[in-house]
């Protein structure tokens, strides 16, 4: 035996260190010691083989037939999964309606409205409370609760309170609010809230003059009155979460910099202005991104509140996809919407994964 | 969640208020208190009143008298879904719990060639809308005959919850000295000793904050238990109160106290173990 050793050495240099190791052993330990390192490099992967199996599965596998789906004939009950012609044709009569118009426009205006207010007023929460006076700690859960109410819920809730006859139009009552503005001259202050179809700052006209197209477009671009409330209520719920995000952040924040700033002769206005809040921003764009793929996807809130709303005012594509998958049937439809609403929320998330786990 | 008042140097003379703008301060918060804890007073106050009571010009008055108004029947229609959702949330949270725990074990401590990457795949199905994956999901529980069913529910919520209770276990096993499993490891234990005898022990932290985590999002979640489960028997209440919010037959006070209800557990659960609850949502922001 240790003849052919000695010729496979002298055959092959590079085995030359790994043989003369590995003979010091008795026989027996070599083969253990090999079998074990084996299996402790394989287990790792082994263990893991489950969930990726699972991920493969339910998320990529089932996304990639959701996008077969959304381009094929399966447009009734009866399913079809025979391409249909021409190539994406769905997508292009999907496009083409002035629903999905609407839920797209609302998808933006509720976006942007929502994370503006959140992020404003969790900012905002998270340096008042900073400054830790008495019963800080109770408002802080005061502020996060609603957090962990169901969105169902929160619908519901607000949908009382914006019930135009009643609820918060009935508080500016109480409160004299109309009093004042008519004794002024005015007209009382009694908005729809939810009941109301109307656009705010409508933009096509100035649009139009830029894009001619627009001016022929089914709906208007501004912000639809009755989604409003519902970015209240979602504002309501969420705050909390960018507040707590703040909270956070401003815990990493070295007590010594404040000082620093403080012996420098800024104010206490000064330091947050200029010292804290540019240390925050990291946090912002955390914050901005987990919210804004939230209201990308938002659908129970506006289900339990509204539905598509007077004249779709607060069709979103999450409600959008519903009605047309379970309503109305039309798989293939239902399934262009999705697979266009998974494509903004990876436009937003994907870099956001990568940027987060490449620094590990 | 690391406050002041946990500091033996805080004191309450700290926390009173010096100045005007201390006086502001608290004034702009009080306000906002209100403006948080207003929905919570109208569903209270309108689920305490009597059908009879719920008069739309009255609907910020207190009740009349005290009595049960709309818990009762609230009770009534949504108690089986209530307990359709604890059957569906515990063992769901559970199973993904573990198995989210075995997952993060491995991405933060047994590192290989690739394994940052299937981390990423594998994070990424928490941030997708699960309506792009319904129509497929659906057929799959059909064929498998699960549709319709709890088990159907709860094998859906442990596969999508997966990514969420990995990713915060990983991050907790990240802050775990590597010192320990090369001690573990000397000792002659192996991959699967090591969580056994030294991992698993140490997590329970971890455990306590994704199972709230993962119960709370079960418990509040709508799309899934509206598509998978048509049978109303068997829905979970999120989905029980939807349906009795939107039937005219239903006054108003019982839709009220039917959200109290169906609020109620989620939000026991905040207000008992709130900072496991804050740790949990500051971990599902990726980085922890």
Redo the contacts between chains.
């Keep these: 035996m240790k003849a052919k050793n000695r010729s496979q050495i002298s055959a092959d240099g590079s085995a030359v260190k790994a043989e003369s190791v590995a003979s010091l052993r008795p026989p027996a330990q070599i083969a253990t010691r090999a079998r074990?390192f084996r299996?402790?490099?394989a287990?790792?992967?082994l263990?893991?083989t489950?969930?990726?199996i699972?991920?493969?599965i339910?998320?990529?596998?089932?996304?990639a037939?959701?996008i077969w789906?959304s381009l094929s004939k399966w447009g009734t009950l009866r399913m079809d999964l025979n391409l249909r012609e021409p190539f994406g044709f769905t997508y292009q009569q999907m496009f083409a309606m002035p629903r999905w118009h609407a839920s797209l426009r609302n998808m933006f205006v509720f976006t942007t409205l929502f994370l503006i207010g959140s992020i404003f007023?969790g900012l905002l929460?998270a340096m008042?409370?900073d400054?830790?006076?008495?019963?800080?700690?109770i408002?802080r859960?005061?502020?996060?609760?609603?957090?962990?109410?169901?969105?169902?819920?929160?619908g519901?809730?607000?949908?009382?309170?914006f019930?135009p006859?009643?609820?918060i139009n009935?508080?500016f009552d109480?409160l004299g609010i109309n009093h004042l503005i008519t004794s002024m001259g005015g007209p009382p202050f009694k908005p729809g809230w939810t009941t109301d179809p109307s656009v705010l700052f409508s933009i096509n006209d100035w649009l139009g003059n830029i894009f001619p197209a627009v001016k022929d477009m089914s709906i208007q671009l501004g912000i639809p009155v009755a989604l409003i409330p519902v970015v209240i209520a979602a504002a309501?719920q969420l705050t909390g979460?960018s507040m707590?995000?703040y909270?956070?952040g401003m815990?990493t924040i070295s007590p010594e910099l404040r000082e620093a700033a403080r012996i420098d002769g800024a104010n206490?206005f000064q330091i947050y202005t200029n010292v804290i809040m540019p240390l925050l921003r990291p946090v912002t764009v955390?914050?901005a991104i987990?919210l804004g793929?939230v209201s990308?996807?938002i659908?129970?809130l506006i289900?339990?509140m509204t539905g598509s709303g007077p004249g779709f005012a607060t069709d979103v594509?999450?409600i959008f996809?519903?009605d047309q998958?379970?309503k109305a049937t039309k798989?293939n439809l239902?399934?262009a919407?999705?697979?266009v609403?998974?494509f903004l929320?990876s436009l937003v998330?994907?870099p956001?994964?990568?940027s987060?786990?490449r620094k590990? | 969640m690391s406050t002041a008042t946990a500091s033996p140097f805080y004191s309450i003379r700290q926390a009173l208020p010096k100045n005007l703008w201390d006086y502001l301060i608290l004034a702009v918060l009080l306000g906002f208190m209100l403006f948080f804890l207003m929905p919570v007073y109208v569903m209270v106050v309108t689920g305490l009143k009597e059908a009879r009571n719920v008069s739309l010009s009255t609907m910020w008055n207190l009740p009349q008298q005290l009595s049960g108004g709309g818990f009762v029947e609230a009770w009534n229609r949504l108690e089986p879904n209530l307990g359709n959702s604890l059957m569906l949330a515990i063992p769901a949270t559970i199973i993904s719990a573990v198995w989210g725990s075995i997952n993060g074990y491995v991405f933060a401590k047994w590192k290989f060639r690739g394994s940052n990457l299937l981390f990423a795949l594998l994070v990424f199905g928490m941030f997708i809308p699960y309506q792009s994956i319904l129509i497929p999901l659906i057929q799959f529980l059909q064929l498998v005959k699960l549709y319709g069913t709890i088990p159907g529910l709860i094998t859906v919520h442990v596969l999508y919850g997966l990514p969420i209770s990995s990713l915060i276990f990983r991050n907790y096993f990240a802050n775990i000295p590597d010192e320990l499993l090369e001690a573990s490891r000397i000792d002659g234990a192996g991959i699967i000793r090591t969580y056994t005898h030294v991992m698993f022990p140490l997590s329970m932290p971890a455990f306590v904050v994704v199972g709230i985590f993962q119960f709370t999002n079960i418990w509040n979640d709508f799309l899934f238990g509206v598509t998978i489960l048509p049978n109303p028997s068997a829905q979970p209440v999120t989905v029980a109160l939807n349906n009795l919010s939107g039937s005219f037959s239903v006054d108003w006070n019982v839709v009220m106290a039917g959200a109290v209800v169906a609020a109620l557990p989620t939000a026991l659960v905040y207000i008992f173990l709130g900072r496991f609850f804050v740790r949990g949502l500051l971990a599902g922001s990726v980085k922890g």
Excluded: C, Q
């Design positions: 074990r299996l402790d490099d287990l790792p992967p263990i893991l489950p969930a990726m699972a991920s493969i339910f998320v990529y596998a089932f996304i037939i959701t789906v007023f929460l008042l409370l400054r830790k006076l008495i019963g800080h700690s408002l859960n005061v502020f996060l609760f609603p957090y962990a109410l169901s969105f169902i819920v929160t519901i809730a607000w949908r009382w309170i019930n006859e009643t609820g009935l508080l109480g309501w979460f707590a995000m909270i956070a815990a206490e955390s914050t987990i793929h990308l996807k659908f129970d289900f339990a594509p999450g996809v519903f998958t379970f798989y239902g399934a919407a999705s697979v609403m998974l929320v998330i994907v956001y994964l990568w987060n786990l590990r």
